[in-house]
């Protein structure tokens, strides 16, 4: 199993920017989220889905979409980048069925927006 | 709503001695808390939980938590430390979701010297 997988590893934006980050797991989980991880903060929050077709905000929604087509997939849309986007972002599953099974991370993507 | 606080942003401790590194939580009804730690430029790794139980949970590489129930904490430890636990620890607590809908903590890092 490769467990879950994030693209890319490295992305440099312009303000104004829109693009994807790409998270994919094929352990067949139901939940699936979205972290941010800055200095001094830890992780918060961003988005999060229960299974396809169902997704909901976590703590700092803003500026971010997501949707969930597949059991698989779970990107990550930044609509128009800015600075305060810089950021590592973490994509993270679990199984909803055995509710205290643990989260298992990508290994994130490092965001640079100028 | 659920929180948690890691008073120390670094740990530093010689090798072979115990370590400790701290957490306090803050839940409306039962706590379930966890461990996570993040080697650089990886995801985290979980490392162990605590639902309900014996209050001294025991968790992967060696390390085991004791929860407190007075104190509301979840302390981390580990009786003899090595230069290769040397990373980054998150505390957890789980919202009351029937799902990994995780707070964390904002991380401790943990230096081991040789």
């Known amino acids: 199993n490769a467990g879950v997988t994030q693209t890319p590893k490295f992305q440099v934006l312009k303000t104004g920017q829109s693009m994807t980050l790409q998270c994919a797991q094929d352990m067949n989980h139901e939940y699936m989220s979205w972290y941010r991880q800055d200095p001094g903060m830890g992780l918060r929050l961003i988005h999060y889905?229960?299974?396809?077709?169902?997704?909901d905000q976590g703590e700092v929604p803003n500026g971010y979409n997501v949707s969930r087509s597949t059991t698989e997939d779970f990107p990550l849309r930044l609509l128009s980048a800015a600075p305060s986007q810089t950021s590592v972002y973490f994509c993270a599953s679990s199984y909803v069925t055995s509710e205290n099974s643990p989260l298992h991370f990508g290994n994130g993507t490092r965001l640079t927006v100028t | 709503a659920q929180s948690v606080a890691q008073p120390e942003d670094q740990v530093n401790v010689a090798e072979g001695n115990p370590l400790t590194v701290k957490c306090t939580y803050s839940v409306s009804g039962n706590p379930y808390l966890f461990w996570y730690v993040q080697y650089p430029n990886r995801g985290l790794q979980f490392l162990l939980k605590?639902?309900?139980?014996?209050?001294l949970v025991k968790g992967s590489y060696g390390f085991e938590a004791e929860f407190n129930k007075s104190q509301t904490s979840f302390h981390l430890k580990k009786p003899s430390a090595l230069v290769s636990d040397s990373a980054l620890y998150f505390c957890?607590?789980?919202?009351?979701?029937?799902?990994?809908?995780?707070?964390f903590g904002t991380g401790t890092r943990l230096l081991v010297s040789p």
């Open positions: 605590y639902i309900t139980g014996d209050n």
């Open positions: 957890a607590v789980r919202e009351n979701t029937g799902f990994q809908k995780l707070v």
């Open positions: 889905s229960v299974g396809a077709g169902i997704t």
